[in-house]
């Protein structure tokens, strides 16, 4: 019974430098999201992903920022030419379908120098 | 904005006492759930409500939901060190959104003390 999993677990890039995040969602659940948590904050919905359909890329902040999940199961969140308020833990959740209940992986630490 | 605000900011405790956490939010909801998050980790869901329900408990926590006054509540009873993390509450929006995308509020910071 894994859960989402998520890696790497922190990431260090510079100012500039293209990052991939990973996320594993729980096998058979549909529904994959991304978020973004500032600290002190609550997280932010990024992207929505229905299977392997990007139903809603409203909350990505700029066009630097690309999510994909190409067979409906692993998602990637890219960002090109990364900046310092980038710096945010990016968080993935995955849910049997979009009403229920949805379960967060444990994030990637983005630090950009 | 349709994000769940809670309340207090933050709480602090002796262990056994009860814990409340309160949250409103704006717009019609499908659901609403509560979340915990330890220092440095990822959230762990502690338990959803949906708008037809009025109250739901798992173990020591107890949940309550208004949709008249758009409010929840969430009642940690006797509680312990291990409790101590921050508390988001979560909602959906049933119109004008993604189906099943999240708001939260900036979370209450619980500190049991031993």
């Known amino acids: 019974g894994a859960g989402v999993s998520q890696s790497p677990r922190y990431k260090v890039a510079k100012r500039g430098q293209d990052v991939a995040l990973r996320c594993d969602p729980i096998?058979?659940?549909?529904?994959l999201f991304w978020y973004q948590q500032a600290l002190g904050q609550g997280p932010e919905f990024l992207t929505y992903f229905q299977n392997e359909a990007q139903l809603d890329k409203s909350g990505l902040p700029s066009d630097r920022f690309f999510a994909e999940r190409p067979e409906g199961s692993v998602s990637t969140l890219k960002i090109q030419r990364t900046q310092q308020e980038d710096s945010a833990v990016y968080l993935c959740?995955?849910?049997?379908?979009?009403?229920?209940?949805?379960?967060f992986g444990p994030g990637t630490r983005l630090t950009v120098t | 904005s349709q994000q769940g605000e809670e309340d207090p900011q933050a709480l602090s405790i002796q262990e056994g006492e009860n814990a409340t956490m309160n949250c409103s939010y704006k717009?019609?909801?499908?659901?609403l759930q509560w979340y915990r998050q330890n220092s440095g980790r990822g959230l762990v869901h502690l338990i959803l409500i949906r708008s037809n329900e009025r109250e739901k408990h798992s173990g020591r926590l107890r949940v309550t939901l208004d949709t008249s006054k758009k409010s929840s509540s969430l009642l940690i009873t006797a509680s312990r060190a291990a409790d101590t993390a921050s508390y988001f509450c979560a909602t959906d929006a049933t119109r004008g959104s993604t189906l099943g995308r999240l708001y939260f509020g900036r979370g209450t910071q619980l500190t049991v003390w031993p």
């Open positions: 959740a995955s849910s049997l379908d979009w009403g229920d209940e949805q379960y």
């Open positions: 717009t019609s909801i499908n659901n």
């Open positions: 096998s058979g659940h549909v529904s």
